[in-house]
């Protein structure tokens, strides 16, 4: 079998395929962003964006792309910058399909057993449909000049139109698209750094995720040849 084929059975249910999980989601935005991990001046990884007509800090690769949780107050950063946020996620119950399986596939150590001339697995391994959620990210955009906030506003809203899509890699690598919807975006010009003032941006996008929430179960199919008799018998 090909990884084509693979890759087509995962993605028709026949085969056991990724998950997906809130860090994924974290870390598309920042892929589909355009940003790239890269070593920092002190040799670790983070996130930096590619602007043209924008300095970065002294040493760094790019503009850096922060990670921040909404409960959290701003660590150290170096400006020009942009935060991401995941602001919310929440069930959507409108895209939900109750019932429905994400795959059925053969289970590890199942074995093939035929019943009225077809054959099957004795065992199967299922995963139900990951639940629907929303996701609200706020892509915080800092810097001191004017100019340069307004060159990272238009990097931001080119890749994430009002109507438009993110990507991301599940646990195998497979990659999967979400819609993903700018919902608007307000000035931070009246946060403060210390001894300068600090322009920005503050961008909304909701995405139309979802959660692998619901493990996987192992059920038996079939258990052997079946024997018919007449009735009354």
Known sequence: ???????????????????????????????????TLQPNPDGDEEYYLAVPGVPYPPGHPGVPVYYENPEDAYGKWLKPCIFLVRESHSPALN???????????PAPGS??????????????????????????????????????????????????????????????????TYDAFMEG????????????????????????GEYDAYPETVVTTLHGALTLRPRGR
């Open 1 to 35: 079998m090909t990884e084509a084929d693979r890759l087509r059975a995962r993605r028709e249910g026949r085969a056991v395929n990724g998950t997906v999980g809130l860090e994924h989601f974290d870390v598309g935005m920042a892929e589909t962003l355009g940003a």
């Open 185 to 208: 975006f307000d000035p931070l010009d009246d946060i403060f750094d210390v001894g300068e003032r600090t322009v920005g941006y503050n961008v909304t996008v909701r995405v139309e």
């Open 95 to 105: 895209r939900r399909m109750s019932g429905t399986m994400q795959y059925s596939a």
């Open 111 to 176: 074995q093939t057993r035929t019943l009225r001339g077809q054959q099957g697995v004795n065992q199967r391994v299922r995963r139900p449909q990951a639940m629907p959620v929303d996701l609200t990210y706020s892509l915080k955009v800092m810097a001191d000049r004017r100019p340069f906030a307004d060159a990272l506003l238009q990097a931001i809203l080119s890749r994430f139109p009002p109507d438009g899509m993110m990507a991301l890699h599940d646990s195998l690598g497979d990659e999967r």
